[in-house]
């Protein structure tokens, strides 16, 4: 057996791991600035142009008559984004020339009937996140109210109604059977004028349970995270530069040996 057999043939082009490793090494100073140079950048990015991000959240409980709301959530919700929301960012346009730097969401909680505004901005601006969430509660109220209102004058109504028709049943004279169903009449409008007045009583107006609390945890991008990503990054880059300083430096010696 020859010595051909026993050791594959290497061709010129053929690249080695012992070949990467040794281009890696002789490189590496192009490695650490690259990788460096990322995580300084990285750095510089996170703690100067990475501002502090809260969630912001309001709370308003609906109008309700017997437990139930005098408006349904959706409706309310359909009412802010439509009406109650565009106008602010009109009105903010309008004062600032530029558009309102935050979003205000309005969801539904599930199983309640609660609405919720929420909003992710930094501190600095808590102040404008709490006067613009309270301009939304203000026209919440100000529409429960008058849904409130209205329900309460349609019950008085329908216990005047029932009043009359009560005094007019107490004109009434009979005998017999007759009697007996008229004193059922009058006992049935008499409990039907108690209970309505029990439901005027239980009405639950609109209620604001907090506005722009300020939640706990950093809603923006994490600062660990940007760090993390740079590493990988740069530790990419940084290879990447090594090899392509070495594939630089054959060019030019190649075309240096060819202008010889």
């Known amino acids: 057996m020859n010595q051909t057999d026993q050791y594959p043939q290497r061709y010129d082009d053929e690249i080695s791991l012992v070949d990467l490793a040794t281009t890696f090494i002789r490189r590496r100073r192009v490695f650490y600035v690259v990788f460096v140079g990322t995580l300084l950048l990285a750095l510089l990015y996170a703690f100067f142009m990475v501002g502090e991000v809260r969630e912001y959240s309001t709370l308003v409980q609906l109008a309700e008559d017997n437990n139930k709301p005098l408006e349904s959530p959706a409706s309310v919700?359909?009412?802010?984004?439509?009406?109650?929301?565009?106008?602010?960012?009109?009105?903010?346009?309008?004062?600032?020339?530029?558009?309102?730097?935050?979003?205000?969401?309005?969801?539904?909680?599930?199983?309640t009937n609660l609405i919720k505004l929420t909003s992710d901005a930094s501190p600095e601006l808590s102040g404008e996140v709490k006067t613009y969430h309270q301009t939304l509660v203000d026209s919440i109220n100000e529409r429960q109210g008058e849904l409130l209102n209205r329900q309460k004058k349609e019950l008085e109504q329908r216990i005047a109604s029932t009043t009359e028709y009560l005094e007019e049943l107490s004109e009434i004279e009979a005998t017999g059977e007759a009697q007996a169903q008229l004193i059922q009449q009058r006992a049935a409008k008499l409990s039907e004028i108690e209970s309505t007045r029990i439901r005027i009583e239980k009405l639950e107006p609109?209620?604001?349970?907090?506005?722009?609390?300020?939640?706990?945890?950093?809603?923006?991008?994490?600062?660990?995270?940007?760090?993390?990503?740079?590493?990988?990054?740069g530790g990419i880059l940084g290879i990447f530069a090594a090899f392509m300083a070495e594939f630089i430096s054959h060019v030019r010696k190649a075309m240096a040996v060819n202008n010889t």
């Open 77 to 111: 919700i359909a009412n802010i984004e439509s009406r109650w929301y565009p106008r602010l960012q009109g009105e903010y346009r309008a004062q600032n020339n530029e558009k309102l730097p935050f979003e205000i969401r309005s969801t539904n909680p599930e199983e």
């Open 206 to 233: 609109a209620e604001t349970l907090v506005v722009a609390r300020e939640g706990l945890d950093n809603k923006g991008t994490s600062k660990v995270l940007i760090l993390a990503l740079a590493i990988v990054l």
